[in-house]
């Protein structure tokens, strides 16, 4: 087998006159990327993959396959592109030469001199403007660039030529959304529009196709259904086993994108360009009202119901709207911390719609149904959904009657701070028939929190505490800089009251 290898950062044309490629099975050609991870120009890194798209696409024009990947080379600290061809044809050494003059030209700081180069840089200028409108042979290329020209440079553009940007926006006015219409248009069949973080696909192509087309390893049968909710300003979307960020601003900017995707779509009556009438994650009690009144025999069609599926590795989300599919790559699944947050604002939220309907905002629970056992456990179970608490370090310590140095529940704070440490709390639980918890119930609590070296102590009971115990709780934890948090049963029926799973469990009945 006959390889050669060329590199077009030292490659000269005198070099190339001398190769002979009759017979040579395979090439590998190294194009330089100068400008990516030395400028923050984004104007110079949509340049330097203008020439590099046109300096593939060339050359893959004259041999039988061709492949071409993006890679970093750490020893230098340089991108470069390595396009691997087979079987280079007769006219390949001529091509290869046109390249060589436009990269050589590049170590010389950007000078060319000759008719042959001006020629050839008006070649890739009408290369550059074909971009919008071409089916390339390696789209990728063209699609780094838009992704770097959109995010980028359109900024750059907007402060030095104001102008030629109105221009610009006013034939694109995606642009000013972040996205751009993708050339894999040519192989899905469909004006399809992207953007660093989301793509916009017509239903019309089939979400499998539009993986496999685009290179993603995403597959349909491995998404869940999910249901998108806005809680205290965050949306999120739940589904089974799972909760994940729902990136709502991206997806109000690709419906928006929609509707100058259909804005020339002559089947839209009412001209809805973009589908306020039909809003998503909305509902209009006015339209309702106006398509109660309009006969069955008319067939007026009800509003579309979003379709919304998350992969079940909650980095990816999908929207049908039913007319786009709207794919949205910036999300990912709630962390501990997050969950145990947002199950405490949706406690409140249960407690304020229960008011609004007339249900009380106090429960009573009957605690003497409980044993003792039965109260740790519904102990931990708080303490583990406490959003102030690591779940990971709970421990409950032994039986309700083996007791360990006074201690029922150990469990850690969420670390303030990245690979820091939460302080070490000690928990009491009192399951008493008593009217209140008084001093005398809880015993030596300095010595066991000098003997466990804990930092924050609390007591949990069915009952009141009474004044002796928290006099004796504050003195005894002030003194050594412990902090402390207590739920007596006022301060426990507010958290089941919040928390109906929790409570159900243990008060089935209630």
Known sequence: ?????????????????????????????????????????HIDICSDYVDASWAVEKLAAEVDSATVVEEYVAASHLTQLRLVVTAPGPKFSQSLEDVVI?????????????????????????HKDSLTDCDPRFPELI?????????????????????????????????????HRSVYRGRLGADCYASIDSWLVPESVE??????????????????????????????????????WFPMNQYFKSR????????????????????????????????????????????????????????????????????????????SPLDERAVKSLHGKMGDTLHSVAAVIGLSDTITLDWKSLSDEQFEQLCYDILFAHAKFDSSTIRKLGSSRSRDGGRDIEISEVARSPGGRGRKWIFQCKLTRANSLGA??????????????????????????????YDKIDGVCSRRSVSTLNFSVLELNRVLARSPAIKNRYFPDS
């Open 256 to 331: 928006v994108c929609a509707g100058f995707a259909r804005r020339h779509d002559e089947d839209i009556w009412p001209p809805d360009q973009f589908a306020w009438l039909d809003a998503t994650f909305t509902h209009s009690p006015f339209d309702e009202h106006m398509r109660e009144g309009i006969p069955d025999s008319v067939g007026v069609p009800g509003p579309r119901r979003e379709a919304c599926l998350v992969h079940n590795t909650g980095t990816l989300i999908v929207v049908s709207d039913g007319g786009y599919t709207h794919v949205l790559y910036d999300t």
């Open 102 to 126: 436009i990269f050589e030209a590049q170590q010389d700081d950007g000078t060319g001199e000759g008719e042959r180069y001006q020629d050839l840089r008006k070649a890739i200028s009408d």
């Open 1 to 41: 087998m006959t390889h050669i290898n060329l590199n077009l950062r030292s490659l000269k044309l005198a070099d190339v006159e001398a190769i002979e490629f009759w017979g040579v099975e395979t090439v590998t050609i190294l194009i330089p990327m100068p400008s990516i991870g030395r400028t923050n120009q």
């Open 207 to 244: 979400l499998d196709t539009f993986f496999v087309t685009t290179g993603q390893n995403y597959r349909h049968a491995d998404f869940i259904k999910g249901e998108v909710i806005v809680l205290s300003g965050k949306s999120f979307v739940f589904c089974k086993g799972m909760i994940t």
């Open 440 to 469: 005398t119930r809880v015993q030596d609590i300095g010595d066991m929190l000098d003997q466990y070296g804990a930092e924050g102590f609390g007591v949990m009971t069915s009952t009141l505490i009474d004044a002796t115990l």
């Open 143 to 179: 699609e780094s660039y838009f992704a770097n020209f959109v995010s980028g440079a359109l900024h750059q553009i907007r402060y030095d030529a104001p102008d030629y940007y109105d221009e610009l926006v006013g034939k694109h006015p995606e642009y000013e959304l972040g996205f």
